[in-house]
């Protein structure tokens, strides 16, 4: 059984091997996303919040997914030219998996374990934050604003 989300691994939108042990002495806030979603102004907030904690130890992981109403139906290149064009996104992107069901992530699978219930996206826009260690500190539900002060006092805890 995964203890840390550092055993764990994505793909990035370009392709690449994304070990999570790159993220090791940080605090992640991994995010299921979809670009046609009525809570897809919420790339303002989370570019913001990478943008003021990046320094202090914080990566925004966005994780592209089309499980929800099919709002993500692009493939990695079109995902990543919105995000980049229409909301100026500078914090690293997976390549598009699934965050529920069977064949959901590794990753999602793991955090249910670690968190329960919570941790199962339940639409667009759900966040979780894994501390420094790689454990599973908290989720947030979709509609929860990456700058709310529940999300912004957890990441502070954990920094």
């Not at 979809?34 to 907030?45: K, N």
């Not at 943008?51 to 709002?71: H, T």
Request: hydrophobic share 35%.
């Amino acid at each position: 059984m995964t203890s840390s989300a550092h055993e764990l691994s994505f793909n990035t939108i370009d392709g690449q091997p994304l070990p999570l042990t790159t993220f090791r002495d940080k605090v992640v806030l991994v995010v299921n996303t979809a670009s046609q979603c009525g809570l897809t102004p919420q790339y303002d907030g989370l570019e913001q919040l990478y943008s003021e904690y990046k320094d202090r130890g914080l990566v925004v992981l966005g994780v592209p997914c089309n499980q929800f109403a099919g709002q993500e139906p692009g493939t990695e290149a079109e995902i990543k030219d919105f995000c980049e064009t229409r909301f100026k996104i500078d914090f690293p992107l997976t390549a598009k998996v699934d965050v529920k069901g069977d064949g959901a992530h590794p990753f999602y699978r793991w955090a249910e374990q670690q968190l329960g219930e919570p941790a199962v996206p339940v639409w667009n826009f759900h966040k979780i934050l894994v501390g420094k260690n790689g454990e599973a500190i908290r989720a947030f539900g979709p509609r929860t604003d990456p700058l709310d002060s529940e999300v912004t006092d957890a990441i502070e805890g954990a920094l």
